[in-house]
Every structure is written in C-alpha cells, then in structure tokens.
C-alpha cells in the first residue's frame, strides 16, 4: 500500500482529483459559455411577436401589451435555452415529437406558396367527378302497418289504393299510431336510413313515382309506400365544389412536398440496421 501512495501516477492521480474539487468549490459547476447567456431581441423578432399578436386579436398590441410580450418572450426563450443546457431534450419523447412537427410543416410549407390554377381545379374535377355528387332526394308518405305480417294480403292492399285511387292523405288515415314521421319531404339517402333503418332508402329508390307501393320492410315493421318524387343523385356543378377542390389540391402538393422534402433529406443519412432489425429489414 505504501508503495502504490508514493508511485507518481497515482500522486498525479489525487493531484487532479483534489485540483478538480477545488475548482469546483471555488467556481461551482460548469456554466454555460457566455454566448449561450445572451437573449437579443432585434427588429426582427419584434415584427415576428407584433404579427402574431395582429393574427390573434386582429389589431396593434399598446405599448403595454408589447412590453408584456417581449418579457414574455425573454422568460421562454431563457427557460429554453436552461432546458437545453440541463439536457433536457435528449431523450425527450415531447420535445422530440415537437421538433419532428415542426420539420413537417417546414417540409408542407415548401407545397402550399403558389396559388391553385383554374385549369388545376377543374382537371381535378374532370378526373374525379364521381367523388362531387350530390345525393339522392326523396319525398314520400308511409303506412305503417304495426301489425300486419302477411305480405300477399298488403300487396293485394295496394292494389285496391291505386285502384280507388286513394291519396295518400287518405292512406296515412289507415296508419298504424307511431312516432315514425308519415310524410318525408325531400330527404337524403342517408337521413332516411337513419330513421327507418339501412337499406330503407335503397328499396324506396325502385319504386314507381305516384302510386302506392310496397310493402316495404324496414327495423320497425312494414309500411307502404306512396312515392311523391324522386331526384337521382348527379355530379354537383364545378362552381359549388371550387374550393373544396383547391383545398385538396393544396393538401395534396402539401404532401408532395414533405415526401419530396424527406426522401431528399434521408440521402444525406447513413442508414444502419442491426439485430432484429436488420433482419426485419432483409426478410
């Protein structure tokens, strides 16, 4: 043992050690360089906090409330910075899932800056006009007959309706009493099934226009049907799908953008797999 305390390594060794306590008590933990202390604020990045402020509440800040976003700004960009001194963001899922965001809507700002033609808009629409239809309307009034199982005997029903020619004013009389609506002025496909159940709408579509029909089944029963009029789906004009064509459009060169964006960033980078997932990666 008194051989290894007078060997000069381990003299040179306790020399350091008792040199670094020192410092440190003298000069207390490494400090951030003196650059990393220094928050500026120019004309820059006080247009940047006046044009957010414009965006929010749609006018100038007062003096006062410009003071109190530069102080505000000086407190985040100070925590900020102490954050990153004290390591915070490695290994951070948050901050990590932040940073990640703000590249995509760096790479999607890189599609949206030029403005959508009208030859672009009505390509699209050309292309896929089946995706711009306008549903189809139906007016109707129904006999809902509670009880009423035997279909041969409410056909032979509706025979003798469009023989006398009742109305269906007359028809609704012979209704059974429920909460189901007798009359259904021009309504969509989708709000008639939600009232009487999927497929209701499909099997109305099939009748005849102004005559009793049925029976129909639907989730509550059978009904009659007396079909006042039935508008088929059709593509809705170019005008009342303009914009809804631009903001696709914008979403779509959005995205081309960002895969553009990544696939050329992900050139710059060596990709190494290893273990599994190397072996995930050659199957």
């Given at each position: 043992m008194r051989k290894i305390i007078k060997h000069p390594v381990f003299q040179i060794l306790c020399f350091g050690v008792l040199l670094g306590t020192t410092l440190l008590l003298?000069?207390?933990?490494?400090?951030?360089?003196?650059?990393d202390r220094k928050?500026?604020?120019?004309?820059?990045?006080?247009?940047?906090?006046?044009?957010?402020?414009?965006?929010?509440?749609?006018?100038?800040?007062?003096?006062?409330?410009?003071?109190?976003?530069?102080?505000?700004y000086v407190q985040d960009e100070v925590v900020y910075r102490e954050a990153l001194n004290q390591g915070m963001d490695r290994n951070n899922a948050t901050v990590k899932r932040a940073l990640i965001s703000q590249m995509d809507m760096?790479?999607?700002?890189?599609?949206?800056?030029?403005?959508?033609?009208?030859?672009?808009?009505?390509?699209y629409y050309d292309l896929r006009k089946e995706q711009f239809v306008a549903p189809a309307l139906l007016k109707f009034h129904q006999v809902y007959l509670?009880?009423?199982?035997?279909?041969?005997?409410?056909?032979?029903l509706v025979s003798k309706w469009n023989r006398e020619g009742l109305s269906p004013e007359?028809?609704?009389?012979?209704?059974?009493?429920?909460?189901?609506?007798?009359r259904i002025n021009l309504q969509t496909?989708?709000?008639?099934?939600?009232?009487?159940?999927?497929?209701?709408?499909?099997?109305?579509?099939?009748?005849?226009?102004?005559?009793?029909?049925?029976?129909?089944?639907?989730?509550?029963?059978?009904?009659?049907?007396?079909?006042?009029?039935?508008?088929?789906?059709?593509?809705?004009?170019?005008?009342?799908?303009?914009?809804?064509i631009a903001n696709m459009l914008q979403y779509e060169e959005k995205q081309a953008a960002k895969e553009q964006f990544?696939?050329?960033?992900?050139?710059?980078?060596?990709?190494?797999?290893?273990g599994m997932a190397k072996d995930l990666i050659d199957e």
């Open positions: 003298i000069y207390g933990p490494r400090q951030p360089e003196l650059q928050v500026v604020i120019d004309d820059a990045d006080l247009a940047h906090m006046v044009a957010g402020w414009q965006r929010t509440w749609k006018r100038m800040p007062t003096r006062e409330e410009l003071q109190g976003i530069m102080n505000s760096l790479a999607e700002g890189q599609g949206s800056e030029r403005d959508i033609s009208e030859e672009a808009i009505k390509a509670k009880d009423e199982k035997d279909s041969t005997a409410m056909t032979a007359e028809g609704l009389k012979k209704a059974s009493p429920s909460l189901l609506l007798p496909t989708d709000v008639i099934d939600r009232e009487f159940g999927n497929g209701f709408a499909a099997a109305l579509s099939k009748l005849p226009v102004r005559q009793w029909s049925g029976p129909v089944r639907s989730g509550f029963g059978y009904h009659l049907i007396y079909l006042d009029s039935l508008i088929p789906a059709a593509p809705l004009p170019l005008e009342n799908v303009k914009n809804e990544y696939t050329e960033l992900l050139q710059q980078y060596e990709i190494i797999y290893q």
